[in-house]
């Protein structure tokens, strides 16, 4: 993986391939490509590691005309990042392939083909499938065989796209397990997978099915599914507006998204509160018939969307009084769940191609789950069309790698969900009413909160020489200390753990000195005591402590704690708005430190292979 563009034109490609890498670059990458089909039948090709800047100059040094190309920008699985691994890569002179996903059994590939002369020039398992669509198609008589043939052979999870210069004016395409869209002009056809890259030159969209294989040439596209019926996808009118270049006055995407957390929090609520009344049919049309019945809920999720269905699960038990389980997708796939009668299951994700999260979708419903329902802000996407239900976060588009807004609106979402299958189970009235109440406060006090950004600049100039920190919260507030420590980590690149307040005597008062910063998230709830006890043991062992708490919480500032006032709010909201200043402390520190902010090493946006 990570990002792929292609193109079948009239017109000269590598300009709308280079733009459509750039609109990808938000997922991270570590190399980047293009091979196009030039007019005298030959392949073009240019790799270079790093950047999309760095193939754009090559390609600047080194024009490249053409109308049917391919691009890529690469997250690596298989080789280090260098040249030889980048993509598109090739076989003979007349095959060149780009490839999102794990081939799982390129190893045998690999050495079938070595057998027949192939010569390997990376360590990918891409360049498998590039040999492997040469050696069928010298046994078949076209291209659209010849990949249908090799495809039948991979095991594991691809979005391919494959050209032969000896057919110079067609694409082919297959997804399985890993996201591809088609775009549709006049007399010109585009796919890429996402639809953001090719919002320059169409608004035109569909997306391929799980097995399915595209056919693109300038004039049509033909679609054909798994058994090799030709079929049609609906073809749907992209309203998404995006600017890959535009941060506004902002330094980095991720603090203009932080800054953009009370607008897109009054986006996600804009039509979902009536007459202070959570709308069940925010949810799905016939989300009131499927809602009512939901006795247990069932939340997978990964990474900071993980995160967000931790508190989540406090929320359904405490106010909705329905019993609710979290598991990260990559395990809830490999094991034999129990399924609890009218159980839903609530899948999170920011892109909804998360690849784990979607195979323990397909594997829920074999399970017996009674119904599923995805939080998710891409439309159209894999997760939103393959459940029952959806809600569409409607943040905007998330540029920065380490999620921010994305985190608070699926809160937002989440807290919406508690709401509407509350009110068939223990919630009364008035827990309904101070729900929303308490999200129709949540803008306002996320502006307040976000008046604290000069503080935490200040303070953050104590991590510059840490490497190490621990993060406390107890209650709901435990699973914002585990995603404020993954946003330090993430891009700061200190290691950070956070531990439930009550943990630190089994096992953690053990690394307390002064050299490791211990963060904790401090709200005036009914564990506010026991987390002054927990403070006061790391006090007693000389530890260095960092406490966001409002005023009424009682903490004070002295030479071994420095205290920072959150603004006061109700209880219900409070993991969402504590997880603002902790975003704000991992930006800073993360300036000081002089990393990548937006695209982290090591790490992409969307991450579509296991």
């Known amino acids: 993986m990570c990002g792929i563009v292609g193109a079948v034109a009239q017109r000269d490609v590598a300009e709308i391939l280079v733009e459509g890498l750039k609109r990808l670059e938000y997922r991270g990458y570590d190399s980047a490509g293009v091979a196009l089909l030039t007019k005298e039948g030959e392949f073009s090709r240019v790799r270079r590691v790093g950047k999309v800047k760095a193939l754009s100059s090559a390609l600047a040094e080194t024009p490249c005309l053409g109308g049917t190309g391919i691009a890529h920008t ?14 598109p890569h090739t076989s003979g002179e007349n095959i060149a392939v780009v490839h999102n996903g794990i081939i799982e059994n390129h190893h045998s590939l690999r050495e079938m083909l070595k057998k027949q002369g192939y010569v390997f020039t990376s360590d990918t398992d891409t360049e498998v499938i590039a040999h492997l669509v040469h050696f069928e ?65 169409t608004r035109s969209f569909s997306f391929l099915e799980e097995g399915d294989i595209a056919e693109l040439t300038r004039e049509q596209v033909k679609i054909y599914d798994l058994h090799g019926k030709k079929v049609s996808r609906e073809i749907k009118e992209s309203d998404i507006t995006h600017d890959a270049g535009d941060k506004g006055p902002y330094k980095h995407y991720m603090l203009k998204e932080i800054y953009e957390q009370p607008i897109a929090i009054k986006n996600t609520l804009d039509g979902r509160i009536v007459a202070g009344k959570v709308q069940a049919s925010t949810f799905g049309d016939n989300a009131e018939s499927i809602l009512k019945d939901i006795k247990h809920v069932q939340i997978i999720a990964c990474g900071t969307s993980y995160n ?74 894999s997760l939103v069309r393959e459940s029952d239900l959806s809600y569409m976060m409607n943040a905007g588009a998330e540029i920065g790698v380490a999620s921010t807004k994305a985190f608070t609106v699926q809160l937002a979402g989440l807290l919406l969900l508690v709401s509407a299958i509350g ?12 729900i929303v109440k308490a999200l129709l406060s949540l803008p306002a006090k996320i502006e307040q909160a976000l008046d604290m950004d000069k503080a935490i600049a200040g303070l953050a100039e104590d991590f510059s020489e840490k490497n190490h920190s621990l993060f406390l919260g107890r209650g709901d507030q435990y699973p914002i200390a585990m995603e404020g420590a993954l946003k330090l980590k993430e891009i700061s690149y200190i290691h950070a753990e956070a531990y439930a307040a009550g943990e630190l005597k089994h096992g953690p008062l053990a690394l307390i000195d002064a050299e490791i910063p211990v963060i904790v998230v401090a709200p005036n709830n009914e564990l506010l005591e026991k987390l ?32 920072l006032d959150v603004p006061q709010c109700e209880k219900i909201i409070a993991p969402i708005l504590y997880t603002v200043p902790l975003q704000l402390l991992s930006y800073h520190v993360a300036l000081i430190k002089g990393t990548d902010v937006d695209q982290p090493r090591n790490l992409a946006k969307s991450v579509t292979v296991e």
């Not at 280090?80 to 980048?86: F, G, H, Q, V, Y």
């Not at 892109?351 to 995805?374: C, M």
């Not at 009110?423 to 101070?434: A, C, G, H, L, R």
Request: with cysteine; aromatic share 8%; net charge negative.
């Open 423 to 434: 009110k068939y189970n223990e919630m009364d009235e008035e827990t309904e009413s101070n």
């Open 137 to 201: 198609l010298l046994r078949h008589d076209t291209l659209l065989e010849a990949f249908q043939k090799t495809i039948k052979q991979l095991e594991g999870a691809y979005g391919a796209v494959v050209m032969d210069s000896n057919d110079p004016d067609r694409l082919i395409a297959a997804r399985s397990g890993s996201p591809l869209v088609i775009g549709y002009g006049i007399g010109e056809n585009f796919l890429a997978s996402d639809q953001l890259a090719l919002l320059p030159v």
């Open 74 to 87: 690469r997250w690596a699985t298989h080789g280090e990042p260098n040249e030889a691994n980048a993509h």
């Open 308 to 381: 967000a269905g931790m508190v989540a699960r406090y929320w359904f038990e405490e106010l909705a009084g329905v019993s609710c389980n979290v598991e990260i997708a990559s395990e809830f796939r490999y094991r034999k769940p129990v399924v609890y009668p009218n159980s839903l299951l609530v899948t999170i994700s920011q892109s909804g191609e998360t690849a784990d999260t979607l195979a323990a979708l397909r594997l829920a419903k074999e399970l017996g789950f009674k119904s599923s329902l995805t939080i998710c802000n891409v439309p159209g996407s």
């Open 532 to 563: 002054h006890s927990n403070v006061e043991e790391v006090r007693a062992r000389g530890g260095l402590m960092y406490v966001f708490a409002d005023r009424g919480a009682h903490f004070k500032s002295d030479e071994t704690m420095k205290v």
